[in-house]
């Protein structure tokens, strides 16, 4: 399976929260609008109809997969799963006891709230063992170097993937992991 792990806010439109802090109103009173970049990554992902989607944020957790989805138009079929359910539904990690043994557990909702992005996606890959993946966010701390320049696309809380070069950054990890 090809996985494009997908953050909602600050990739298919800016931040509300960091562009009401940086310029004192909504982005929507300066013209953008949610899900604006949305046919960006329609036309991305368009010579990779394999890839499937997995919602790496907190949107689909705070308004439900199914809302998510009815604003994702023909990409909505892609969607197999969130980030935040298979990871606390189904993820196992093995942890060492004082007894110098190993157990195998789950992660916990309170778990996944303390990981990054870097280590909730990491637990996901090795979990679910896609064939390929890229991962688009505006989180960047956590990621290994290779990791990063290898599959990740990192983009700016204000101009999500509004930017030529976000795009192009796009492009190239999907051509290089889906190609």
Not at 64 to 76: P, T, Y
């Amino acid at each position: 399976m090809k996985l494009l792990y997908l953050d909602v806010s600050h990739v298919l439109h800016p931040s509300v929260s960091t562009y009401q802090l940086v310029h004192g109103r909504s982005p929507w009173a300066d013209g953008h609008s949610e899900y604006e970049n949305l046919p960006v990554l329609e036309m991305l992902l368009d010579p990779y109809s394999d890839v499937r989607i997995i919602l790496s944020d907190w949107t689909p957790v705070v308004h439900g997969i199914d809302s998510v989805k009815e604003h994702l138009g023909r990409l909505a079929a892609r969607v197999v799963g969130t980030l935040f359910d298979d990871v606390i539904t189904e993820v196992r990690r093995t942890i060492p006891l004082r007894s110098g043994d190993e157990r195998e557990v789950g992660y916990s909702v309170e778990d996944f709230r303390r990981m990054s992005k870097a280590q909730a996606v990491s637990a996901h890959v090795a979990w679910s063992k896609p064939h390929a993946w890229v991962a688009i966010t505006s989180e960047d701390c956590d990621w290994a170097p290779e990791v990063r320049e290898g599959h990740v696309v990192i983009t700016d809380m204000l101009d999500a993937l509004g930017t030529v070069a976000a795009q192009l950054a796009l492009a190239t990890r999907l051509e290089v992991n889906y190609g």
